[in-house]
C-alpha cells in the first residue's frame, strides 16, 4: 500500500522525501512502515532530493524568473533540508539572476505606463516579490528605465542604486529584529 502511494505521487511530478512522508501519514501508513520504503526508495534512487532541489531551481528560475531568496523559501516548505537546498542554489549565479532580473523588467517595462518614480516603485516591488535583493532589484530597473526615454533616463540618474539598496536591507534586517 505504502509503494503504492508513493508510486502514484511521483507519477504525477517528483517529490522529495518529505513531500512523500506526508503523503504516507496523511493515509495512516506507520512512520515504521513509512521509513522502510522511503529508505528503499532514496537507495535505488527513486527519491533524490538533491536532483529534486536542482531541477526545481532551473525550473523555477527559467520558468518564473524566481531568484534564490524565493526558491529557497520553496524547496523549505517542500521540505528539502538546508544543506541541500544551498547546493543546489549555488548552480544560480549572481550574474544570472542579474540577467534574469533585467529581463524580467524589460519584458513589464513593455506594457507599464506612469510617471518613472510610480514605476520604478512597480518593478523594483515586482521583483521583491520574486524574491531579488533591492541592490539586484534597484540597479536592474534603474538600468532599464535608463534605456527606455530620455524623460525615464533622466530619472534613473538621480537614483542612488547603492543607497537604496542599503537602506532596503536596514529596513529588512530592523523588520527582522523587531519581529
Given at each position: 500500500?505504502?509503494?503504492?502511494?508513493?508510486?502514484?505521487?511521483?507519477?504525477v511530478?517528483?517529490?522529495?522525501?518529505?513531500?512523500?512522508?506526508?503523503?504516507?501519514?496523511?493515509?495512516?501508513?506507520?512512520?515504521?512502515?513509512?521509513?522502510?520504503?522511503?529508505?528503499?526508495?532514496?537507495e535505488?534512487?527513486?527519491?533524490?532530493?538533491?536532483?529534486?532541489?536542482?531541477?526545481?531551481?532551473?525550473?523555477?528560475?527559467?520558468?518564473?524568473?524566481?531568484?534564490?531568496?524565493?526558491?529557497?523559501?520553496?524547496?523549505?516548505?517542500?521540505?528539502?533540508?538546508?544543506?541541500?537546498?544551498?547546493e543546489?542554489?549555488?548552480?544560480?549565479?549572481?550574474?544570472?539572476?542579474?540577467?534574469?532580473?533585467?529581463?524580467?523588467?524589460?519584458?513589464?517595462?513593455?506594457?507599464?505606463?506612469?510617471?518613472?518614480?510610480?514605476?520604478?516603485?512597480?518593478?523594483?516591488?515586482?521583483?521583491?516579490?520574486?524574491?531579488?535583493?533591492?541592490?539586484?532589484?534597484?540597479?536592474?530597473?534603474?538600468?532599464?528605465?535608463?534605456?527606455?526615454?530620455?524623460?525615464?533616463?533622466?530619472?534613473?540618474?538621480?537614483?542612488?542604486a547603492?543607497?537604496?539598496?542599503?537602506?532596503?536591507?536596514?529596513?529588512?534586517?530592523?523588520?527582522?529584529?523587531?519581529?
Amino acid at each position: 500500500m505504502a509503494r503504492e502511494i508513493c508510486l502514484r505521487q511521483l507519477a504525477v511530478r517528483p517529490r522529495t522525501r518529505a513531500e512523500l512522508a506526508g503523503a504516507l501519514a496523511r493515509r495512516g501508513i506507520s512512520e515504521e512502515v513509512a521509513a522502510q520504503v522511503l529508505d528503499r526508495y532514496d537507495e535505488v534512487g527513486i527519491i533524490d532530493d538533491a536532483a529534486f532541489a536542482r531541477a526545481w531551481v532551473s525550473s523555477r528560475h527559467a520558468g518564473r524568473g524566481l531568484a534564490r531568496r524565493a526558491l529557497a523559501d520553496e524547496l523549505r516548505r517542500r521540505g528539502v533540508d538546508g544543506d541541500t537546498a544551498s547546493e543546489a542554489l549555488g548552480e544560480l549565479s549572481e550574474e544570472t539572476e542579474a540577467e534574469t532580473a533585467r529581463a524580467l523588467v524589460d519584458r513589464k517595462l513593455r506594457t507599464v505606463r506612469g510617471e518613472p518614480d510610480a514605476v520604478f516603485r512597480r518593478l523594483v516591488g515586482m521583483l521583491a516579490r520574486k524574491g531579488y535583493p533591492p541592490g539586484v532589484a534597484i540597479r536592474a530597473v534603474k538600468d532599464a528605465l535608463a534605456a527606455q526615454s530620455a524623460e525615464a533616463a533622466e530619472f534613473a540618474e538621480q537614483i542612488d542604486a547603492d543607497a537604496l539598496a542599503e537602506a532596503e536591507n536596514e529596513l529588512e534586517r530592523d523588520g527582522r529584529a523587531g519581529g
